[in-house]
Structures are given as C-alpha cells and as structure tokens.
C-alpha cells in the first residue's frame, strides 16, 4: 500500500524543518550503506506499477477506504512475477495520524508455471509532519501472510520513513523513502530477522487536482531462505487517484 502524501505547510516544532530534513536524508543513506552485498548476491532488473484510489482526508468522517494494484514484473519486463490486490478501510486519528486494517491477495507466478497464493492480513499506522518546505512521513505495518505450503502464518513487521519535497513551481516533488521488513516468527517458508529492505528515490507530479504520478528507481534487497540473496534494480511507477 503506498499512500501518496501531499505536500503540506512548513509547521512549527523543537526541531527546525532543515534539521528534520537532514536527520532523516542521514537515515536513508544509512540504510542504503548497510545493506548487505556480497558476490554471491543474484541481481536483477525489473519493473513494477501500482494503481491506487482512496478516499480524501478531511471530511467530515473520519473513516477513509482505499484500494490497490500493482503488478510486478521480472527480467525486465518480460514476465509477470507478482499481482497485489489490496483493499483497506481507514481511520483518521488526528490530521496527521490515521490507523488502516486491510487485506492482500498477492499470486505469485515463479518461472517453473506454477502459481503460489499468499493472503495477508495486515494494519496499519502512518503519520505525517511538515519538515520546513517538505514533509516526512512514518508508516508502520504489521502483516499475517498465510502462504500457500506453509506451517503457519508469517508475522511481519514493516518500517517505512519517506521524505517529500515540493520543487519550484509546485507541480513536482522530490521523493525518497526507505523500508526495512522483519520476520517475527519461522517458519517453513520464513526465517525470523531481516526479511528484505527497499530503497526509492524519484519524483512526483501532480497531473491534475485529484491524479498524481509517481516514478523513480527502487533498489530490493532480498534476504533469501535458501540460496543467495537477491538485489532487484526496479522502474516503479505509482498512479494514484484521491476522490
């Protein structure tokens, strides 16, 4: 799920918006600079697009809805890897703050033809806060993923911290985020600890009032049960529509 955010006023706090910005840029290239390479690492190229429509917030009810699909593609674009269906329903706590509990369905289509399902279960937390011109946002998730063969469900915790910052003339932002994935539990297809980190930097642009368009480049770096580990080079492209 990717909530597109708005650029939002610079606001007032301890920190100075500049100083927000820094801590958080040191964060992501920290991130970037720790994540494990070796030369048994199995890279690829690939690309992903993602289709959302949610609810606005500020009306007067606080519950939102949301709805996602993304597609994701491996050797390059020649096959389909993984389809993402995600529904959810939020709740907003405070202008900044809002609880979500949604679904996926999420085949995959390995090169052997097979097809395996994963459903997950997941919720939610995400926040956001003006950092002078721009905006850094925190999204907490944690995941139940039952998949097809496995022993038991997968328990999942998912950290992401994303800064965005509008551009002269107000149309295009600049991007960049980080998550990090952990496995609580093992299982059968599962190991507990570092699951996989992705790393995004790109662009937004408003294409009208209601419609934004993001791209950019996503480094995946997978922790694998067994064999190597991979790291995924990824085009992603997210279209999101607000109503």
Same mark, same amino acid.
Do not use: C
């Given at each position: %799920? ?19 910005? !820094?801590?958080?840029?040191? /964060? ?11 030369? &048994?690492?199995?890279?690829?190229? +690939? ?20 709805? #996602?699909?993304?597609?994701? %593609?491996? $050797?390059?674009?020649?096959?389909? =890897?993984?389809? *993402?269906? +995600?529904?959810?329903?939020?709740? $907003? ?22 097809? /395996? ?20 946002? *925190?999204?907490?998730?944690? #995941? @139940?993923?039952? /998949? #097809?063969?496995? =022993? ?5 915790? !998912? @950290? &992401? ?16 985020? =980080? ?9 059968? !297809? ?5 699951? &996989? ?9 408003? /294409?009208?009032?209601?419609? !934004?368009? #993001?791209?950019?480049? %996503?480094? &995946? ?23």
């Amino acid at each position: %799920m990717n909530l597109l955010i708005p650029s939002r006023p610079a606001g007032h706090g301890t920190l100075s918006g500049d100083s927000l910005q !820094r801590f958080v840029w040191a /964060l992501l290239l920290v991130a970037v600079a720790s994540t494990p390479t070796s030369a &048994q690492t199995v890279t690829d190229g +690939r690309a992903w697009w993602n289709v959302t429509a949610q609810e606005k917030a500020g009306t007067p009810s606080p519950w939102r809805w949301y709805f #996602e699909v993304q597609g994701r %593609m491996r $050797d390059g674009v020649g096959a389909l =890897d993984q389809l *993402l269906i +995600r529904p959810a329903v939020g709740y $907003d706590l405070t202008p900044r703050a809002s609880l979500w509990i949604g679904y996926g369905y999420t085949p995959s289509f390995p090169a052997s033809g097979d097809v /395996l399902t994963e459903n997950r279960l997941w919720q939610q937390l995400s926040w956001t806060r003006p950092a002078g011109a721009a905006t850094w946002a *925190l999204r907490s998730r944690l #995941e @139940q993923r039952a /998949l #097809e063969g496995n =022993d038991g469900a997968a328990v999942r915790a !998912r @950290q &992401q911290v994303r800064l965005t910052r509008p551009l002269p003339g107000g149309r295009v932002s600049a991007i960049v985020w =980080d998550e990090v994935f952990v496995h609580l539990n093992s299982t059968r !297809r599962t190991a507990s600890g570092l699951d &996989q980190n992705r790393v995004f930097g790109g662009v937004g642009v408003a /294409l009208t009032p209601i419609a !934004r368009l #993001e791209v950019g480049y %996503m480094n &995946q770096y997978i922790n694998s049960l067994s064999g190597p580990a991979r790291s995924h080079h990824i085009v992603s492209g997210v279209l999101g529509v607000t109503f």
